[in-house]
């Protein structure tokens, strides 16, 4: 880690919005919650001895998959500023603190607050301990917990919260304090379309999350010039992303689980990566299946919507 970029990234963050809209995308914020449906999606798969990549984000995949099972995690993520993060979680944990003081470090109106993190800092790892430690000399608390300065605002609530992240239920929050201080996690501060060319494992479980919503985003400018009008630019990047998946398949064990995306929502409609129809297109006929699961929606707002996991296996 490059303790001293990574700072200078966050006083670019808190200080100069100005420079934010400019210079930076809305990956250098760190997002503290998943706003995916990690439990009922994660009930499908046996985490236990496995071994697992995955992004890191805001820890949540890590955390539940450790609480599962899993025996070695690597993670990436093309923002650094995710790595002192997890670390900040685990060290709450790690520090003992009951779920209610873990939910107030990090979901209310006085997160982040010093005290708190006089009591977890000792729990930190040397980097995390000296990059946390350096932000809140320089800052002070109001400013830390601004929304969208240096993170991005969760605006969930810890009742929903626990509906659809496993280890932040009572239960499994004590399950996992229990374990907790063996956790020990690799991580890559890569972009997912160069990943592939680092010095990788193999592995039982690769987790992409949401970033397939994002393959307009990720390939448009490599594709503009190659594409005729009657083709659908959307989709088009939508194939990329389908042909950079193989590229991750040769990273899998026999048996082994690629989650090449997870959608928020799946509908009939025809213009947009959530479509049946574009997904056919890209994924169809290349060992791709779905894994559909109630959507964040559908537990927030109590509505019949499907979310759905784009999933390939490795068989003989």
Request: hydrophobic fraction near 35%.
């Amino acid at each position: 880690m490059n303790v001293s970029k990574d700072l200078q990234t966050v006083d670019n963050l808190i200080t100069n919005r100005e420079y934010n809209r400019i210079n930076l995308s809305n990956l250098t914020w760190i997002y503290p919650f998943t706003n995916e449906n990690i439990k009922d999606f994660f009930d499908n798969f046996d985490f236990q001895g496995k071994n697992c990549l995955t992004v890191l984000s805001g820890g949540d995949f890590v955390l539940d998959m450790y609480l599962k099972g899993a025996k070695e995690i690597t993670t990436f993520d093309v923002n650094p500023l995710t790595y002192y993060f997890f670390h900040l979680k685990k060290a709450a944990i790690q520090a003992d603190f009951s779920l209610k003081e873990f939910n107030s470090f990090f979901l209310s109106d006085n997160q982040y607050n010093k005290k708190q993190f006089d009591i977890l800092s000792p729990y930190l790892d040397a980097t995390s301990y000296e990059f946390w430690s350096f932000i809140y000399k320089k800052y002070n608390e109001n400013v830390i917990r601004s929304d969208e300065t240096l993170f991005h605002k969760c605006g969930i609530s810890q009742n929903i919260l626990k509906k659809y992240i496993n280890y932040l239920s009572k239960e499994n929050y004590a399950i996992l304090k229990e374990k907790i201080a063996n956790l020990k996690i690799n991580f890559i501060e890569e972009d997912i379309r160069t990943l592939y060319k680092c010095d990788l494992d193999t592995y039982d479980f690769i987790y992409f999350s949401n970033i397939i919503e994002y393959a307009y985003e990720l390939f448009y400018e490599k594709i503009k010039n190659n594409i005729s009008e009657k083709e659908d630019s959307d989709l088009c990047c939508l194939v990329e992303y389908r042909q950079l998946m193989n590229q991750y398949k040769n990273f899998l064990n026999l048996n082994g689980t690629l989650v090449a995306g997870m959608l928020s929502y799946i509908d009939n409609g025809n213009t947009n990566v959530n479509s049946n129809k574009w997904r056919k297109q890209a994924f169809g006929g290349f060992g791709f299946e779905e894994i559909t699961f109630p959507s964040l929606d559908s537990i927030m707002y109590y509505i019949d919507e499907e979310a759905a996991g784009i999933i390939y296996q490795k068989k003989l």
